[in-house]
């Protein structure tokens, strides 16, 4: 069972991005899947997320409006368009698994991150 | 949001010590309350879900108590691999906010 990301990288404020994250040894449609950040060193900030077929999603505020998660089943394929990226949008974005109880929450799987710097 | 507050922040502690990690909620949050294990270099590992129910794989000596806003998670006799930071998590509502963190060092 894993996950691994792609897409990061260096970007002016502003630009766009689009994240992808590859899911492997499970069935991707029976899992939400959510997005979270980390500042190297720093804290870990929830981002968003998506429910097993796509039709439910949800934002942290500071990014509502701007980013965009979305899932293709057929290719247990996340992504996260990220537009109008700002300087505290910068860090590891890891994909994660929501996969230990029915109605509840917790992140068993993780992937490896990939770094966003907004800078100029 | 909810506000999640842990303490300490660093915690020096020994091998062979029973230390203690406290993690408190700014609203209720039932045993909505997650455990992380996180090393230098390395995502998250999830140890503790449901505020106390042990994740598969996660050694015994760990164990997570509490409800409403007010939980702990415990380590029994600490070993060298245990000296990472620790992180809680409520799962009661979105944004799914997490606590600063608690670095367990080597005394």
């Known amino acids: 069972e894993q996950l691994m990301e792609s897409g990061g990288g260096l970007v002016q404020p502003g630009g766009s991005l689009r994240l992808s994250c590859a899911a492997s040894g499970f069935t991707f449609s029976s899992y939400w899947i959510h997005w979270v950040r980390q500042i190297p060193g720093k804290g870990l900030i929830w981002v968003s997320r998506i429910n097993g077929d796509g039709s439910r999603t949800a934002y942290a505020d500071s990014v509502k409006g701007r980013f965009t998660i979305s899932r293709d089943n057929a290719k247990s394929t996340l992504h996260l368009q990220m537009d109008s990226l700002r300087a505290e949008d910068t860090g590891l974005y890891y994909c994660?698994?929501?996969?230990?109880?029915?109605?509840?929450?917790?992140?068993?799987?993780w992937g490896q991150g990939t770094l966003v710097t907004v800078s100029s | 949001d909810i506000q999640m507050t842990q303490s300490p922040s660093s915690l020096p502690a020994s091998v062979g010590d029973r230390v203690t990690i406290t993690c408190r909620a700014s609203q209720t949050i039932a045993s909505f309350l997650n455990w992380y294990q996180q090393k230098p270099g390395k995502a998250p590992k999830l140890l503790i879900f449901d505020a106390s129910n042990l994740q598969s794989g996660v050694p015994s000596r760990f164990s997570g108590s509490g409800s409403g806003t007010d939980f702990t998670l415990t380590i029994n006799s600490l070993q060298p691999d245990d000296f990472a930071t620790y992180y809680c998590?409520?799962?009661?509502?979105?944004?799914?906010?997490f606590g600063q963190g608690t670095k367990l060092q080597i005394k």
């Open positions: 998590q409520q799962s009661y509502h979105t944004p799914y906010t």
């Open positions: 994660v698994r929501d996969g230990v109880l029915v109605g509840r929450t917790a992140f068993d799987i």
